[in-house]
């Protein structure tokens, strides 16, 4: 082993100032006389021991005790007594922008009973501790939360909650993890940041509040206080807690909401439920039943027995419904029950329902007939609710699902099964219209009582139950009966069809021959014209005839008497041939003209008829024996004077002719009787 140096005392003089040094330089950083806070930060003083003693009373030392002292040190080099402080570095406390500070105070008066936060009426700065306390702040969480900005606060005696951090002086960890729960809590009601409410969304916050004085027997909801802006505890939205309980404000749910914009609410002292704002559709009112206000006077009459109706802000039903719009209304307050004020259907039908819903649990009225038949019959009803009225139907129902189902429903299927009792399933059917307007007009009455009415009764087609086809095998021989009734009128429209066309082809028959039938009648009236023409000239020469043998017979009668009989049979004879003569041209005319007339009739007529042919054969027949006999219509031989066989057969013509005219022109044309011849002895 090495031998060890030797140390002179030089040496070791200077390793003692040396040591010397070094401990003074630690006793002079343990002793605290010279101490440097940076600009950003501050210190809090914990004073180890004085003079006066420790704190007798609280935690922060007031009149200079040991302890926590309540002023704090800022930026910069401070001097102190050696060995007497101690010092404790924290930051700043910043709340950024757009959140909230929670303060909880370690010092101060003790919460009486009834109270959940510490009161900041006068104590209301937590950056001087003193005047906190000495103005009687008390312990434990605030009311009053720190809006954005950055603060020197002394957190021996105050503990900062913010959505970062905790900002305290820690003293145990029990402490530490109290102070983080608390935080935790507060995050989960969102109390970090303000309340905001945007319009788009159509919310608005039910406020509950957590502090105060307990509501008066009987109410569930605190009233509005100090709401207005004028009043000088106007607590703006509940966003100061002091006012609001200094208005005489009440903890738990409050009448008054928040609408939109943005609030700052310690969510300690009010916490807020985001609920819809109620809707009031066009075609329905909102009839509003209350649970709060004062008790109000019935107004709906002593004659009305079914509820009782309020004024506005009363207990109970409003007598003026909400009309259409959008309202900030405190569901907890009361509820909103919606009616249509449009016509809305009830339907009858289990598998169909309106558009309101409030027929979802009818179906089919279930009918026995007359004749034991048991249908079901579907069927609408239209009813109408007049605005107005709507309080008096909620007063009465409650609401108008429940007066379809346990009023209406029963009503309306009674009456529909006594009808059904008075008529078999064949009239149910085919009476069906007299009976939907029979319906209507005897139960509009009845819905009347009830405050609604009545527009309209639609009743479907009665049908088979299921499992039931009896009804249906009466509608099929329904539907055969009128199969056979639409085959008679078929067969009928048919008849007629074809006579129409059995007209129609005759009138176009006609029309095709009216060119021919134009010249028949022409040549009808141009032969009738001619034969009357030939028969005025006929009796002319009649006539003419006459006047020569009245004169010839008096000739001969004046030239002897000798001769008269001569003379007479020669009149005679001549007379008869010209009676004859005209006869036959006269009777031959007067064929003809009849012939074609009728001829042409005839044809008009039918084509061909009995009459037109037989005198078409007779016509012929008179032709062809004239024709065949070869009669001379003018008589070849004249009668002379001296007679003979031959003249007396000629005088039978002329006999006939006169006849003829005699029998044409009347009686007193006929020539005067020549008196027979004397016979001389």
């Known amino acids: 082993m090495e031998a060890l140096q030797y140390v002179g005392p030089m040496e070791w003089m200077a390793i003692e100032i040396a040591v010397l040094a070094i401990v003074l330089a630690i006793l002079f950083r343990w002793s605290g006389v010279v101490r440097y806070i940076p600009n950003d930060r501050l210190g809090i003083l914990e004073k180890l021991w004085s003079f006066r003693g420790s704190v007798s009373n609280g935690f922060i030392a007031l009149n200079r005790e040991a302890g926590y002292q309540p002023e704090v040190v800022r930026g910069g080099l401070h001097f102190f007594m050696p060995f007497q402080y101690s010092m404790h570095r924290?930051?700043?406390?910043?709340?950024?922008?757009?959140?909230?500070?929670?303060?909880?105070?370690?010092d101060g008066k003790s919460l009486p009973p009834t109270q959940t936060l510490a009161s900041n009426t006068d104590a209301d700065d937590f950056q001087d501790v003193r005047g906190f306390l000495e103005k009687g702040g008390q312990k434990g969480p605030q009311r009053k939360i720190l809006r954005e900005g950055t603060y020197a606060i002394n957190l021996a005696q105050f503990i900062v909650l913010t959505a970062q951090s905790i900002y305290s002086v820690n003293l145990s960890s029990s402490e530490q993890s109290l102070?983080?729960?608390?935080?935790?809590?507060?995050?989960?009601?969102?109390?970090?940041?303000?309340?905001?409410?945007?319009?788009?969304?159509?919310?608005?916050?039910?406020?509950?509040i957590h502090d105060g004085p307990a509501l008066p027997d009987g109410e569930i909801i605190a009233p509005t206080v100090a709401n207005d802006p004028n009043d000088p505890n106007f607590h703006n939205n509940f966003q100061d807690p002091e006012k609001f309980l200094n208005a005489g404000g009440y903890r738990g749910r409050q009448l008054q909401v928040l609408a939109d914009g943005s609030y700052f609410?310690?969510?300690?002292?009010?916490?807020?439920?985001?609920v819809e704002k109620t809707i009031i559709d066009v075609g329905t009112v909102g009839v509003v039943v209350s649970y709060n206000g004062r008790h109000g006077t019935d107004i709906s009459g002593q004659a009305y027995r079914h509820g009782e109706l309020v004024e506005i802000g009363a207990r109970g039903v409003w007598s003026t419904p909400l009309l259409p719009g959008k309202y900030a209304f405190n569901t907890y307050a009361g509820k909103i029950i919606t009616v249509p004020t449009t016509n809305f259907v009830l339907k009858w039908t289990k598998e169909q329902f309106g558009e309101h819903r409030l027929d979802e649990n009818l179906s089919e009225v279930s009918l026995i007939t007359k004749d034991a038949f048991e249908p079901v019959l579907p069927l609408s009803v239209v009813v109408?609710?007049?605005?107005?009225?709507?309080?008096?139907?909620?007063?009465?129902?409650?609401?108008?699902?429940?007066?379809?189902?346990?009023?209406?429903?029963?009503?309306?299927?009674?009456?529909?099964?006594?009808i059904a009792q008075?008529?078999?399933?064949?009239?149910?059917?085919?009476?069906?219209?007299?009976?939907?307007?029979?319906?209507?007009?005897?139960?509009?009455?009845?819905?009347?009582?009830?405050?609604?009415?009545?527009?309209?009764?639609?009743?479907?087609?009665?049908?088979?139950?299921?499992g039931q086809n009896s009804i249906e095998q009466i509608l099929i021989q329904l539907r055969e009966r009128q199969i056979a009734v639409e085959k008679v009128e078929t067969y009928k429209l048919q008849e007629k069809a074809a006579i129409q066309e059995r007209t129609l082809r005759e009138k176009?028959?006609?029309?095709?021959?009216?060119?021919?039938?134009?010249?028949?009648?022409?040549?009808?009236?141009?032969?009738?014209?001619?034969?009357?023409?030939?028969?005025?000239?006929?009796?002319?020469?009649?006539?003419?005839?006459?006047?020569?043998?009245?004169a010839e017979?008096?000739?001969?009668?004046?030239?002897?008497?000798?001769?008269?009989?001569?003379?007479?049979?020669?009149?005679?004879?001549?007379?008869?041939?010209?009676?004859?003569?005209?006869?036959?041209?006269?009777?031959?005319?007067?064929?003809?003209g009849l012939a074609e007339a009728e001829a042409t009739e005839k044809k008009v007529a039918a084509f061909g008829g009995p009459d037109y042919q037989l005198n078409s054969q007779v016509l012929m027949r008179f032709a062809e024996a004239i024709e065949n006999g070869r009669i001379p219509l003018v008589p070849q031989i004249q009668i002379g004077a001296t007679g003979g066989e031959k003249g007396a057969a000629n005088g039978l013509v002329e006999m006939m002719l006169s006849m003829l005219v005699a029998d044409r022109v009347g009686p007193q044309s006929l020539p005067e009787e020549i008196p027979a011849p004397v016979e001389e002895e």
């Open 553 to 592: 017979a008096e000739k001969v009668r004046l030239g002897g008497q000798g001769e008269a009989d001569m003379i007479k049979a020669i009149a005679l004879a001549d007379a008869e041939r010209i009676k004859a003569t005209g006869f036959a041209e006269a009777e031959k005319v007067r064929a003809l």
């Open 90 to 106: 924290a930051n700043l406390v910043t709340i950024p922008q757009g959140q909230i500070g929670y303060v909880f105070a370690r």
């Open 422 to 466: 008075t008529k078999t399933l064949i009239q149910l059917l085919q009476e069906r219209s007299d009976i939907q307007r029979k319906s209507g007009e005897e139960m509009r009455e009845k819905f009347n009582t009830y405050s609604l009415e009545l527009q309209e009764v639609l009743i479907g087609t009665p049908r088979a139950a299921n």
């Open 508 to 550: 176009e028959a006609l029309a095709e021959q009216q060119a021919k039938i134009t010249t028949s009648a022409l040549t009808i009236e141009i032969s009738e014209n001619e034969g009357k023409a030939q028969l005025a000239r006929t009796r002319q020469e009649a006539e003419t005839i006459q006047v020569t043998a009245k």
């Open 179 to 208: 102070f983080s729960n608390m935080s935790s809590m507060i995050s989960e009601r969102g109390g970090f940041e303000p309340v905001v409410i945007h319009n788009a969304d159509d919310m608005i916050g039910i406020v509950t």
């Open 265 to 274: 609410l310690n969510r300690i002292f009010a916490t807020i439920e985001l």
């Open 384 to 418: 109408h609710i007049d605005y107005m009225k709507a309080p008096l139907v909620v007063q009465r129902f409650g609401d108008i699902k429940r007066l379809v189902e346990q009023t209406l429903d029963p009503m309306v299927s009674a009456y529909f099964k006594n």
